[in-house]
């Protein structure tokens, strides 16, 4: 599986800019910034991307720091397994997770959705995201995106009903998900999961903080998703009076190799599957793409989002995501 050659490890920032700001309850941005590693070993290379979020208390600089903390670990040959020890859950783990994945396939010529136990790899559908904004601007959105079949519609607390409510009048036929990002408060649940009722939503996704939603437990007539709320296996058995599924993206569990073991661990527990991501190129989606297979809702938008995707980037038809080439990962 290995060459004679060493092993050499290099990561960099890379940037992409967004065909249309991206807004959500915390911000806006209008550039995707990523962190990409790069394992060779010998005539193969192997690469993961990430996307450092301040949410989680990260950046490209401390992204690229936590990766130069084990440069000699990877390039004397540690695999993903061992990498799980020497980083905790985050975007630098599921650089080199990805990376040690992508190398893996190259070095053996068996593709990653193999090493994974898959049968297959098809094609998926994935939610195109609505930026949050007025009703207006919402609409416009919405109208323009009505030929998709799944909406994310992005929310901000005061004023989502009639948000809500701008959209499906634009998308009539789109099945909707609506995802607070941690902006609603408890006193508001009645009047807005009222209002996602109304307005035929098919998921609300951690519509109150991580943490603080305790609210969230007991009956309900839209199933609830953990976002923030989950990011690896600990603490999962814990959240299931509140939620009904669990999205899992790379970039909390820290790679893929954890990820599959939450979809297991999950699915044991009576959890649905969500697969989501951060806005990143076609090169964060593509791990991701192997447990979409599973999901009731995938939602790998990052290259419907951008100016311009990388150029070996995920052939797209519509909101159709088909498997990677292996220029490209895996």
């Known amino acids: 599986m290995t060459s004679t050659a060493p092993r050499r490890l290099s990561a960099a920032a890379q940037s992409f800019a967004l065909a249309k700001p991206f807004v959500i309850s915390r911000g806006a941005k209008t550039e995707a ?17 990430c996307t450092p979020y301040a949410r989680y208390g990260e950046s490209v600089e401390s992204v690229l720091a936590q990766i ?7 390039e004397a040959g540690a695999d993903r397994f061992a990498l799980q020890d020497l980083l905790p859950p985050g975007a630098a783990r599921n650089a080199l997770d990805c990376a040690l994945w ?3 396939a190259k070095l053996t010529g068996v ?3 193999q090493v994974a136990g898959l049968a297959r790899l098809s ?3 994935t939610a195109f995201t609505l930026s949050v904004g007025t009703p207006e601007e ?9 030929d998709r079949p799944v909406l994310k519609v992005k929310l901000a607390g005061a004023g989502d009903p009639a948000r809500l409510f701008a959209v499906r009048a634009a998308a009539p036929e789109a099945e909707l998900i609506a995802d607070a990002n941690e902006a609603w408060r408890p006193e508001d649940l009645p009047e807005f999961f009222d209002a996602c009722e109304q307005a035929g939503v098919a998921l609300i996704e951690q519509p109150l903080p991580a943490g603080a939603d305790s609210a969230l437990a007991g009956p309900r007539k839209i199933p609830v998703c953990a976002d923030e709320s989950v990011h690896d296996r600990a603490g999962l058995a814990a959240l299931r009076d509140r939620y009904d599924l669990v999205n899992i993206k790379l970039d909390k569990t820290g790679g893929l190799t954890e990820a599959l073991a939450l979809a297991d661990e999950a699915e044991k527990l009576g959890f649905g599957l969500f697969v989501g991501c951060m806005v990143a190129s076609s090169l964060a989606m593509a791990p991701a793409l192997l447990l979409a297979g599973r999901a009731r809702f995938v939602d790998l938008d990052g290259p419907l989002l951008l100016a ?3 150029p070996e980037g995920l052939r797209c038809d519509g909101s159709v995501l088909y498997p990677p080439d292996a220029r490209l990962w895996g």
């Open 33 to 49: 910034r990523v962190v990409v590693a790069e394992l060779s070993d010998g005539p193969a290379r192997g690469r993961g991307e």
């Open 68 to 74: 130069e903390t084990v440069r000699a670990a990877l």
């Open 102 to 104: 992508d190398l893996e």
């Open 111 to 113: 593709p990653a959705w």
């Open 123 to 125: 094609p998926c559908v």
């Open 138 to 146: 919402m609409a416009r959105a919405a109208a323009e995106a009505a």
């Open 308 to 310: 311009e995707d990388r």
